[in-house]
């Protein structure tokens, strides 16, 4: 187990009717606030109605149409109305989209210029907007992490940032605002909530606590899915879903690992050239990667995730156990309705060697659990054809 900090102070009102806390949580960073949301849930849900009444003693300025996989261009709007208006605080209503949208404007307010550069690295980040959430899909975490992932239209960039200042200060987690959640992306977060999980418990660190928890959260994942699914308005099942996605990126997962990811460097690629959503991609590329690493060193790994995570019954042969696991999790995902296939989502073999490269290199494949070089992600990318 290697050393570690954890820190992650975000205060979570979690539960039914929390938003009613938010003008007490709020009051103490200023009036002006900036209201930023996607393309319109939020108005149909009956929650843009909600907020605007609760917030009403606040000044309340608007960015709406944030995109899924949200652009740069998005960010750059909303730092200019933050520096126009004064803006003291942001508050992300939606999933991972607009609040990661709303952690680059946060920083973008602090800079003179495009705010690419922030995400590339190019200009460090010095202050950001303290940010607020009310989190509608439980899915990427970002609820409770200090990550942003931005594209970029013209360059066909998708890009990680990150920053301490970037958390968000506050957060609501009521899984009632999950319940109108479309099922394709119902499934979508619960696959990406898995694959956070599994990037960090196929690792070359053995850290026992973590993985235990680990195994817990993909469990919870595996029962309630298909029950919210089912049942898009059950509470508890929206609240599993909804905790687990903030415990499987908040840091808890990784404490005493590396931090070395695989399968989302390849996907955030795929989602970079052509748009798809991310945790569908995930759900295609985890078990391909799984088969494509799985070998004498692996296996052991494989093995006891085969038997605490989906219940294979242990036998001699580690390899069919192993397998047995891989294959639960393929069928898991079609199951909730994910494609398991590049054609599925239009995408042919055109461009797998410049994204390959751009993989390896923008995510330190080489580092991962199991080296990847550009060679093995194309493998990779041709196995989900
Ligand atoms: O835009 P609206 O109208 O709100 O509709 C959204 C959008 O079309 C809809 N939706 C959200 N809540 C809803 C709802 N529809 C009905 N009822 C509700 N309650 O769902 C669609 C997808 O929303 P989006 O925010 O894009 O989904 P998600 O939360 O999966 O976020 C995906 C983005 O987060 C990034 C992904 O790469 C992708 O860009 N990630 C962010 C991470 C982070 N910050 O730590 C880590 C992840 O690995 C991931 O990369
Ligand atoms: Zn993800």
Redesign the pocket.
Same mark, same amino acid.
């Given at each position: 187990m290697k050393n570690f900090e954890f820190y992650v102070p975000s205060d979570i009102l979690f539960g039914r009717d929390q938003e009613k806390n938010l003008p007490e949580k709020l009051k103490s960073y200023g009036k002006k606030i900036l209201l930023t949301?996607? =393309? #319109?849930?939020?108005k149909r849900?009956g929650l843009y109605d909600k907020l605007l009444t609760l917030l009403k003693d606040f000044e309340i300025f608007e960015l709406s149409g944030?995109e899924?996989?949200?652009r740069v261009s998005t960010v750059n709007k909303g730092a200019d109305i933050c520096k126009k208006e004064g803006i003291d605080m942001i508050l992300a209503v #939606? #999933? #991972?989209?607009?609040? $990661?949208c709303s952690k680059a404007i946060a920083a973008g307010a602090y800079y003179d210029g495009d705010a690419w550069d922030l995400v590339t690295g190019k200009a460090p980040i010095e202050n950001a907007i303290p940010l607020a959430v009310v989190l509608?899909?439980a899915?990427? =975490?970002?609820e409770m $992490?200090c990550?942003?992932?931005i594209s970029n239209e013209a360059t066909e960039e998708?890009l990680l940032m990150g920053h301490p200042l970037l958390l968000p200060r506050v957060s609501v987690l009521n899984p009632e605002?999950?319940f109108?959640?479309?099922a394709y992306?119902t499934a979508?977060?619960a696959a $990406?909530m898995m694959s956070?999980i599994l990037e960090s418990y196929f690792d070359q660190e053995e850290a026992f606590v973590p993985d235990a928890i680990s195994e817990g959260l993909l469990r919870a994942v595996i029962k309630y899915a298909p029950i919210a699914l089912k049942d898009p308005e059950n509470y508890e099942a929206r609240a599993q879903l909804m905790w687990t996605s903030s415990l499987a990126?908040n840091g808890l997962v990784t404490t005493g690992k590396n931090f070395m990811w695989s399968c989302?460097y390849i996907e955030?690629e795929l989602?970079a050239h052509y748009d798809i959503t991310?945790?569908a991609g995930l759900a295609m590329l985890t078990p391909k990667w799984m088969r494509y690493v799985l070998s004498d060193a692996t296996v052991d790994k494989f093995y006891t995730y085969a038997v605490n995570v989906w219940g294979v019954t242990p036998a001699e042969d580690k390899f069919a156990v192993a397998n047995a696991g891989i294959d639960a999790t393929e069928k898991f995902f079609k199951s909730i309705g994910l494609p398991m296939t590049l054609a599925e989502f239009n995408i042919d073999d055109s461009r797998f060697e410049e994204m390959a490269a751009k993989a390896v290199e923008v995510g330190y494949l080489k580092g991962a659990y199991v080296p990847l070089d550009e060679k093995d992600v194309a493998e990779i990318l041709r196995m989900c054809m």
């Open positions: 949301y996607g =393309g #319109g849930s939020i849900s944030i899924p996989n949200p #939606g #999933g #991972g989209s607009t609040i $990661d509608t899909l899915a990427t =975490g970002s $992490d990550a942003a992932v998708k605002n999950t109108s959640v479309p992306q979508s977060g $990406d956070h990126l989302h955030h989602s991310h945790g």
